[in-house]
């Protein structure tokens, strides 16, 4: 059996797509009541210091769509043709006909919270095989204040768009081959979100998108199976945030506590791309991912590498009383050493912060020029103009709730038996393999010791569009894992792993979902 390390360029299959009926537009609108008092005293932080706005690179090529006939099921149809009854949410929603026709898709406003009226944009499809019992997966984009609408046309959705604008094309590795996905624009005031108010830590960002989900499943119940929640960098605070608020309402729904309409979520489990968990420990592997990280590029001279080194410990200092004070001034002083003595450095350089391999920025023209077109924001309901990243909202997360940990959530969860999953593309720099790396190793939970002692094994995933036909398998990192909890270094990947390594990720994804990963190793 051949085995073949992570190909750096894995063409796509073809795959056809199905004309489907989705045409009429839905609109409820109804009270919310106001929040009940959030459970959590949560503090959050994460790192993605050069905004996503400014990226630039050459989009990832799929094969054109091929159409053919057919038609939806009349059981998908009622699913989506399910109305709330409850005067507890509002809901302003479409059914868009783009990006994937042959599966059903909703997308629009649910309110959070009417007295701010904030209001959170998600585009939602269902999965490309059988629906009816395919898991759930909320996915959340970082930044803070970048759009998840990105991610879904550049990363994990059922389509990108080509360079220009002024089309899609079918994407073949998307997430929805496994799970009903809900890609979200939050908090309040990112991407084509709208908000009142801007959610200042992490306690409201938990609440906002537990009252989003309660809304989302009252509207949709069939989907509140094996519920996931997935995100990415900055998702590093908000994963974490987010499945403990779901957590604790669902005790209190369990001892009767929870105010009337509410429903129980059938949380399984969450992951982490690139993300930054545990600030302090993370910042500590700056200095070496930019030297002598053994994956990646050096991208600073020796000397430079030194120095860094020498300041490390002072920034690390200031970022811990920043975490344990919350005092804004505390947190900015902080701030402004983290970036000028770990941060700058590399950027000097010219560097793609999200890939050392590479120079200057991502281009997200063709996906700006899409989402604005007016007859696609029609389509799909959005009542703004999209951006990227909100100005606004990374101003109000930034420095105090940035620079704060977030591991401390962890535990909790896996100690209710729920799946962790922490990966990392090993080429990425202000939230890299070795951070992430180190905070799960030195995680307090019941079985610390017994992942310390687990072994890195190589993950495997099957061989796709390779000239080789007699190579079946290829090597898509190195992962530890004990029990639930799992942490996997990807291989010639970047930020966003899924861009980079679509065919691999999804692999990944399936098998997070099922629950065995474990098999998946060698």
Same mark, same amino acid.
């Given at each position: 059996?051949? /085995?073949? *390390?992570?190909?750096?360029?894995?063409?796509?299959?073809?795959?056809?797509?199905?004309?489907?009926?989705?045409?009429?537009? @839905?609109?409820?609108?109804?009270?919310?009541?106001?929040?009940?008092?959030?459970?959590?005293?949560?503090?959050?932080?994460?790192?993605?210091?050069?905004?996503?706005?400014?990226? *630039?690179?050459?989009?990832?090529?799929?094969?054109?769509?091929? %159409?053919?006939?057919?038609?939806?099921?009349?059981?998908?149809?009622?699913?989506?043709?399910?109305?709330?009854?409850?005067?507890?949410?509002?809901?302003?929603?479409?059914?868009?006909?783009?990006?994937?026709? =042959?599966?059903?898709?909703?997308?629009?406003?649910?309110?959070?919270?009417?007295? =701010?009226?904030?209001?959170?944009?998600? #585009?939602?499809?269902?999965?490309?095989?059988?629906?009816?019992?395919?898991?759930?997966?909320?996915?959340?984009?970082?930044?803070?204040?970048? =759009?998840?609408?990105?991610?879904?046309?550049?990363?994990?959705?059922?389509?990108?768009?080509?360079?220009?604008?002024?089309?899609?094309?079918?994407?073949?590795?998307? #997430?929805?081959?496994? =799970?009903?996905?809900?890609?979200?624009?939050?908090?309040?005031?990112?991407?084509?979100?709208?908000?009142?108010?801007?959610?200042?830590?992490?306690? %409201? /960002?938990?609440?906002?998108?537990?009252?989003?989900?309660?809304?989302?499943?009252?509207?949709?119940?069939?989907?509140?199976?094996?519920?996931?929640?997935?995100?990415?960098?900055?998702?590093?605070?908000?994963?974490?945030?987010?499945?403990?608020?779901?957590?604790?309402?669902?005790?209190?729904?369990?001892?009767?506590?929870?105010?009337?309409?509410?429903?129980?979520?059938?949380?399984?489990?969450?992951?982490?791309?690139?993300?930054?968990?545990?600030?302090? %420990?993370?910042?500590? #592997?700056?200095?070496?991912?930019?030297?002598?990280?053994?994956?990646?590029?050096?991208?600073?001279?020796?000397?430079?590498?030194?120095?860094?080194?020498?300041?490390?410990?002072?920034?690390?200092?200031?970022?811990?009383?920043?975490?344990?004070?919350? $005092?804004? $001034?505390?947190?900015?002083?902080?701030?402004?050493?983290?970036?000028?003595?770990?941060?700058?450095?590399?950027?000097?350089?010219?560097?793609?912060?999200?890939?050392?391999?590479?120079?200057?920025? &991502?281009?997200?023209?063709?996906?700006? *020029?899409?989402?604005?077109?007016?007859?696609?924001?029609?389509?799909?309901?959005?009542?703004?103009?999209?951006?990227? @990243?909100?100005?606004?909202?990374?101003?109000?997360? *930034?420095?105090?709730?940035?620079?704060?940990? &977030?591991?401390?959530?962890?535990?909790?969860?896996?100690?209710?038996?729920?799946?962790?999953?922490?990966?990392?593309?090993?080429?990425?720099?202000?939230?890299?393999?070795?951070?992430?790396?180190?905070?799960?190793?030195?995680? %307090? #939970?019941?079985?610390?010791?017994?992942?310390?002692?687990?072994?890195?094994?190589?993950?495997?995933?099957?061989? /796709?569009?390779?000239?080789?036909?007699?190579?079946?398998?290829?090597?898509?990192?190195?992962?530890?894992?004990?029990?639930?909890?799992?942490?996997?270094? /990807?291989?010639?990947?970047?930020?966003?792993?899924?861009?980079?390594?679509?065919?691999?990720?999804?692999?990944?994804?399936?098998?997070?979902?099922?629950?065995?990963?474990?098999?998946?190793?060698?």
């Amino acid at each position: 059996m051949a /085995v073949q *390390t992570a190909a750096d360029s894995v063409p796509p299959l073809t795959s056809p797509l199905l004309e489907a009926g989705l045409a009429s537009d @839905v609109e409820k609108r109804s009270r919310l009541p106001k929040g009940s008092k959030v459970l959590l005293a949560i503090a959050a932080a994460t790192l993605v210091v050069s905004l996503m706005v400014y990226m *630039t690179g050459t989009p990832i090529r799929y094969p054109p769509i091929v %159409e053919g006939p057919g038609s939806l099921a009349e059981n998908a149809q009622r699913r989506l043709d399910h109305t709330v009854n409850d005067a507890a949410f509002h809901i302003l929603m479409n059914r868009p006909k783009l990006c994937d026709t =042959s599966v059903n898709q909703a997308s629009g406003y649910f309110v959070v919270d009417a007295a =701010s009226n904030k209001k959170y944009f998600f #585009w939602f499809f269902e999965a490309r095989h059988s629906p009816e019992t395919a898991p759930t997966t909320f996915w959340l984009s970082g930044g803070p204040g970048a =759009s998840s609408m990105l991610a879904l046309l550049a990363e994990n959705g059922p389509c990108t768009v080509n360079s220009e604008g002024t089309d899609t094309i079918y994407n073949p590795y998307s #997430w929805t081959e496994a =799970s009903n996905m809900v890609w979200v624009d939050q908090p309040a005031g990112t991407g084509f979100s709208i908000g009142g108010s801007y959610d200042a830590d992490e306690a %409201e /960002v938990g609440q906002d998108m537990y009252h989003f989900m309660q809304t989302f499943f009252k509207h949709f119940p069939t989907y509140n199976k094996d519920v996931h929640v997935v995100g990415e960098s900055y998702g590093g605070h908000y994963v974490p945030a987010v499945v403990n608020t779901v957590v604790e309402h669902n005790t209190e729904l369990s001892i009767g506590l929870a105010p009337k309409g509410r429903v129980p979520i059938d949380m399984k489990g969450m992951a982490i791309g690139n993300g930054m968990t545990n600030t302090i %420990e993370q910042i500590k #592997w700056l200095p070496k991912m930019a030297y002598d990280s053994g994956t990646a590029p050096s991208v600073v001279d020796f000397e430079t590498y030194q120095k860094m080194q020498s300041r490390v410990d002072g920034v690390v200092d200031a970022v811990a009383k920043c975490d344990k004070t919350g $005092d804004k $001034d505390v947190c900015q002083t902080a701030w402004n050493d983290f970036t000028k003595e770990l941060m700058a450095p590399v950027m000097e350089g010219g560097y793609n912060m999200y890939d050392l391999r590479l120079k200057g920025h &991502y281009n997200w023209t063709g996906i700006n *020029t899409w989402l604005n077109n007016p007859e696609i924001r029609r389509e799909i309901g959005a009542e703004k103009e999209w951006e990227a @990243v909100s100005i606004e909202v990374y101003k109000t997360l *930034t420095p105090k709730d940035f620079l704060q940990t &977030y591991d401390n959530l962890v535990p909790p969860l896996l100690a209710m038996g729920l799946k962790v999953l922490i990966y990392a593309g090993d080429q990425d720099y202000p939230c890299n393999w070795l951070g992430n790396r180190a905070w799960t190793e030195k995680l %307090e #939970w019941d079985h610390r010791d017994d992942f310390q002692l687990a072994p890195y094994q190589q993950f495997i995933a099957p061989a /796709v569009g390779l000239d080789d036909n007699s190579i079946t398998e290829i090597i898509v990192g190195s992962m530890r894992h004990f029990r639930n909890f799992a942490f996997l270094r /990807v291989s010639n990947a970047g930020h966003m792993v899924p861009m980079d390594k679509p065919a691999e990720s999804l692999h990944m994804f399936e098998e997070f979902l099922r629950g065995r990963v474990p098999e998946a190793l060698y």
